[in-house]
């Protein structure tokens, strides 16, 4: 060093000139008002995500109905054959045929989502669930023309 800055440096020991910064103080609080922060908003998006799942099962289930109503319409009332659709290890959206090779349908599948297709005669079902949804399904029943919420996948078509 030279004499110069020395001497600048004891000037300003001498006056109290210090550097100016933050305290230990000022930076624990912000720390613990981050971490409260964090605290709120973490579990927020975690419900949203279960949510964001739930819909995509929806999306699909309604998406299905759609394919299985149109099949029906363009072949003279005639349900495709029962099967399952089943992404539930895929990472995007795949297109899935469902049935014998005669009677096929085929519907976009989102990731991590499986759809089954029940058919009793003229009536059906489609069920859907997510793979990171444990004990929530989604099912369409044609004979009372609704979907709902359901804590099992159907095992058979009802007819009224």
């Known amino acids: 060093m030279n004499r110069h800055s020395t001497q600048s440096i004891a000037r300003r020991i001498r006056s109290g000139d210090r550097e100016s910064g933050f ?3 000022e930076l624990l609080v912000v720390i613990i008002i981050v971490g409260i922060l964090a605290a709120i908003a973490i579990p927020l998006s975690l419900s949203q995500r279960g949510t964001a799942y739930q819909a995509a099962v929806k999306s699909d289930v ?22 399952t659709a089943d992404n539930s290890t895929g990472t995007v ?7 014998s090779a005669a009677t096929a349908v085929t519907f976009t599948v989102s990731a991590g989502v499986t759809l089954q297709l029940l058919v009793n005669g003229s009536y059906y079902t489609v069920s859907g669930s997510h793979a990171r949804v444990s004990n929530w399904f989604y099912v369409f029943n044609s004979s009372q023309g609704s979907s709902t919420p359901a804590t099992a996948s159907p095992t058979a078509v009802p007819t009224s």
């Open 62 to 83: 309604h998406g299905a109905v759609l394919a299985v109503q149109t099949y029906a319409t363009s072949n003279g009332g005639t349900l495709p054959a029962a099967g």
């Open 23 to 25: 305290t230990l103080i």
């Open 93 to 99: 959206a795949t297109a899935k045929r469902v049935g």
